[in-house]
């Protein structure tokens, strides 16, 4: 109601709820400015984010670019405050590692923006995703992204860049939203395997980290458990060294961040073993 009568805006009322996919793509193709910002309907974004995004894109070779993310919920429960260090080191640890290296590998949807022109040549390929025969209606971010660096343009990750988005507040909608998460990864890096000889070595270790380390943390928990149960005795030695890798890294990012809350992160350990693996 606000900005409808405003002639800078112009909204696209769809006849029904199409899926997020359909409404990006129709957006972007009545579109005319050089560059697209996606930001998705819980999140809100700082005064100076299209600036700093825009700068970034000022090189004709990057295709995308994206913000850092934020709980706005955070204070709400234990889980939104373990999800925003999960931001935090999504954003500060992965994404920031691999835009030194050329390539953010998934550019996230609440704050990401693309080139309009390199966007054209990718909606077909975007619109026309299969998964297990029928259209996707998930991993849009990342397809989004995997099809941007297979056309060749780089895709870029701005720390000072703040949008704050709302989390899940409860265990069912976070769990939801991991395993959508994690449909996504493992499908779409099939997709860029055959991309990563073209991008940085570092790259396809972290690609390889990403996936196979969720798989040994799951087969590590498996193997402790059977040895509980066919010959009661404890499996010190997974215990300790799952212990030891957490410590190691919530102490690395409470040093970098400079924030003690981050050793609290630890918690995150022991839903990841429970429920998410």
């Not at 996606?38 to 700082?46: C, G, L, Q, W």
């Not at 769990?175 to 099939?190: C, G, I």
Request: proline letters at 4%; one cysteine or more.
């Amino acid at each position: 109601d606000h900005y409808a009568c405003d002639p800078r805006f112009r909204f696209i009322l769809m006849p029904k709820n199409v899926g997020k996919r359909k409404a990006q793509i129709v957006a972007i193709r009545e579109s005319s400015g050089d560059l697209v910002l996606n930001v998705d309907s819980d999140t809100t974004i700082a005064p100076d984010v299209v600036t700093k995004l825009a700068l970034k894109m000022y090189s004709p070779a990057v295709g995308a670019a994206m913000g850092q993310l934020t709980a706005s919920n955070r204070s709400d429960t234990w889980l939104t405050r373990l999800i925003d260090m999960e931001y935090w080191l999504a954003c500060n640890e992965e994404r920031a590692a691999q835009a030194r290296f050329g390539a953010v590998m998934c550019c996230c949807g609440p704050c990401a923006m693309y080139r309009r022109s390199a966007l054209l040549l990718l909606l077909d390929k975007y619109e026309t995703q299969l998964f297990r025969g029928r259209p996707s209606d998930f991993g849009e971010d990342r397809h989004l992204t995997i099809l941007m660096l297979n056309a060749g343009f780089r895709t870029e990750y701005v720390p000072d860049a703040i949008a704050a988005t709302v989390v899940p507040n409860s265990m069912g909608a976070y769990l939801r939203q991991q395993l959508r998460w994690a449909r996504s990864t493992f499908r779409d890096t099939l997709l860029a395997l055959r991309l990563l000889p073209g991008l940085d070595r570092y790259l396809t270790l972290d690609v390889i980290g990403q996936n196979l380390g969720p798989l040994l943390l799951a087969l590590s928990v498996l193997t402790g458990l059977a040895q509980l149960a066919l010959t009661a005795t404890v499996p010190w030695s997974t215990i300790l060294m799952i212990a030891s890798m957490t410590m190691v890294r919530c102490g690395v990012a409470a040093f970098r961040a400079r924030e003690l809350r981050f050793l609290g992160f630890s918690l995150h350990t022991l839903l990841n073993v429970a429920l998410l693996l």
